[in-house]
C-alpha cells in the first residue's frame, strides 16, 4: 500500500515541478519567478524525502536539510537584488 | 509492518501530494501576482509537512526509534516560509506599486520598500 501512495505522491509533486517551470518561464514579473523557484526548491525537498522513504535509507535527510538552506538564501538574495539593487551592501 | 501504520502513512502521503499539487495548481491558475502568492506559499509548505510526517512514522516503526532530522526540516520551512513570502511581496511593491499609491504609514518613518531606513543613534 506505501509504493502505491508513494507512487501517488511522487507523480503530485512531479506535475507540481512541471507548473512551476511553466510559471517560471512565462511568469510576467520577476516576483512570479521567484515564487516559481521557491516553490520549486520545497517540491523538490518534498521528492527527496519520498525517495528517502522509497529506498528505506535516512541518507537523504542532510541533502533535503541542505536543500532547504541553500533554497532559503538564494530566494532572499534574488529578492535583496531586486529591492536594493545589491546584495550585501 | 502492522496494517496501522501502512494506512496512516499512505494516508499522510496522499494528502500531501494532494496539497502540493493544489498549490502548484494554484500557481498558474490564479490571475495576479500577488494572488499567486497565497497558494503556494501555504498549501506546499503544508504538503512537505504532511510528507515529513509520514517519513517519521514509517522510520519510527521501521528501526523503532524517533528520528529528528524531519522535525528539523519541518520547524525550518515553517519558519523560512513567512519571510520569503514577505521578501517577495516587498520585492513585488518596488517594482510595481508606486509610492504614492500605498497609504501613509503609521510609524515614524515612511515605508522600509520606498525610504531609507532611519540613522541609528551609534553612527551620529
Known amino acids: ?89 | 509492518m502492522p496494517l496501522v501504520a501502512e494506512i496512516l502513512i499512505a494516508l499522510f502521503l496522499v494528502v500531501s501530494g494532494v496539497f502540493g499539487f493544489v498549490g502548484s495548481y494554484g500557481l498558474i491558475k490564479l490571475k495576479d501576482s500577488i494572488q499567486r502568492l497565497h497558494a503556494p506559499t501555504k498549501a506546499t509548505t503544508l504538503g512537505v509537512g504532511g510528507v515529513l510526517i509520514a517519513s517519521m512514522i514509517y522510520f519510527y516503526v521501521d528501526t523503532g526509534h524517533v528520528s529528528f532530522h524531519e522535525l528539523m526540516i519541518t520547524l525550518f520551512l515553517f519558519l523560512t516560509a513567512p519571510i520569503t513570502a514577505n521578501f517577495i511581496a516587498k520585492a513585488y511593491m518596488a517594482k510595481n506599486t508606486r509610492e504614492d499609491e500605498v497609504p501613509p504609514s503609521t510609524g515614524d518613518y515612511g515605508w522600509s520598500v520606498y525610504d531609507d531606513p532611519p540613522e541609528s543613534p551609534q553612527q551620529s
Open chain 1, 1 to 89: 500500500m506505501i509504493e502505491y501512495a508513494l507512487l501517488f505522491a511522487a507523480t503530485c509533486y512531479g506535475v507540481a515541478l512541471l507548473f512551476d517551470l511553466w510559471r517560471m518561464a512565462v511568469g510576467p514579473d520577476a516576483a512570479d519567478r521567484i515564487l516559481a523557484l521557491d516553490t520549486m526548491v520545497i517540491n523538490t525537498i518534498a521528492l527527496l524525502v519520498l525517495y528517502g522513504i522509497w529506498r528505506g535509507t535516512a541518507v537523504y535527510f542532510e541533502a533535503a536539510m541542505l536543500f532547504a538552506m541553500v533554497g532559503f538564501v538564494s530566494t532572499v538574495a534574488y529578492c535583496r537584488y531586486i529591492l536594493r539593487g545589491d546584495i550585501i551592501e
